[in-house]
């Protein structure tokens, strides 16, 4: 397997800085380190194929290659683990990324994949060990948890997203990452509409709604809850977007000084 393989295949756990304001939650993706380059994503042999047998074969191979592509990207959601480097069968992929970290979509063959996650610059302090199996399709891998295992235990999951166009209407995938929040339910404070019900951690819910400013109210699942916490935010027509609850309910008790936040990221230009 190439080097440029390797860094493709990196994407599969990928932790990505993004920060910004609390209140202007509308995310990009930000920097990181990367060890080698960056081409080649699907594989030098398909790439070689396309080469021959002129235009009318060069696109039913390329057809033939995005309908077997798998697209990843990743989320560190663990808010008492530490910066982490990341390695793929052995290789180093990457190196020094932090919590709250949404990377874009890429693409990858599928496979299954030896992954280590250790401490950054500490090989000998390893977090996460697995072999990861990729198929066709739109996933986020998530780290999710604690490193302490305070209240969650830290573990990696894969979630299938749906990239199909929304129309009209934006569509918001919610998930649940605060480890010391109980299951909550996400309404549109204006209307007092509940847009996603009973979304335990570890979990992800989707909603669809017209282009439009919302106040949204996450709030505990029980009759007369009110809202821990409000936010501001702007969805247009036909984007799909994913808002991540991170951090702690009660920061000043728990294992890592992360506040209660929402971390949203427009989702729809790394799905085309």
Wanted: glycine share 10%.
């Amino acid at each position: 397997m190439s080097n440029n393989l390797y860094v493709c295949h990196s994407f599969v756990v990928l932790f990505h800085m993004v920060t910004q304001n609390r209140r202007a939650i509308l995310k990009t993706v930000g920097s990181m380190t990367v060890v080698g380059g960056l081409a080649g994503c699907i594989g030098s042999e398909g790439q070689e194929d396309e080469n021959e047998g002129g235009q009318d074969g060069q696109d039913g191979q390329q057809e033939g290659a995005e309908s077997e592509v798998a697209r990843i990207r990743a989320a560190h959601l663990s808010p008492d683990a530490p910066n982490v480097d990341v390695y793929i069968d052995g290789e180093p992929a990457l190196e020094d990324v932090a919590f709250r970290d949404v990377s874009d979509y890429n693409e990858l063959q599928p496979g299954t994949y030896d992954v280590e996650v250790t401490e950054a610059g500490n090989e000998e302090t390893v977090l996460f060990e697995d072999s990861l199996e990729v198929e066709t399709g739109t996933y986020t891998l998530a780290a999710l948890g604690e490193q302490s295992g305070e209240n969650q235990p830290l573990s990696v999951e894969v979630f299938e997203d749906d990239p199909s166009d929304p129309g009209d209407n934006a569509r918001v995938n919610a998930y649940h990452a605060a480890p010391d929040a109980p299951a909550v339910d996400i309404t549109d404070e204006d209307s007092g509409d509940a847009l996603v019900e009973d979304l335990a951690f570890g979990e992800v819910q989707s909603f669809e709604a017209p282009a439009g400013d919302y106040t949204l109210g996450i709030r505990p699942s029980e009759d007369g809850a009110e809202p821990v916490e409000t936010f501001d935010v702007s969805l247009e027509a036909g984007t799909i977007y994913s808002a991540f609850a991170v951090g702690y309910l009660e920061p000043g008790d728990a294992p890592a000084d992360e506040p209660f936040d929402l971390e949203v990221v427009e989702d729809s230009s790394g799905m085309n």
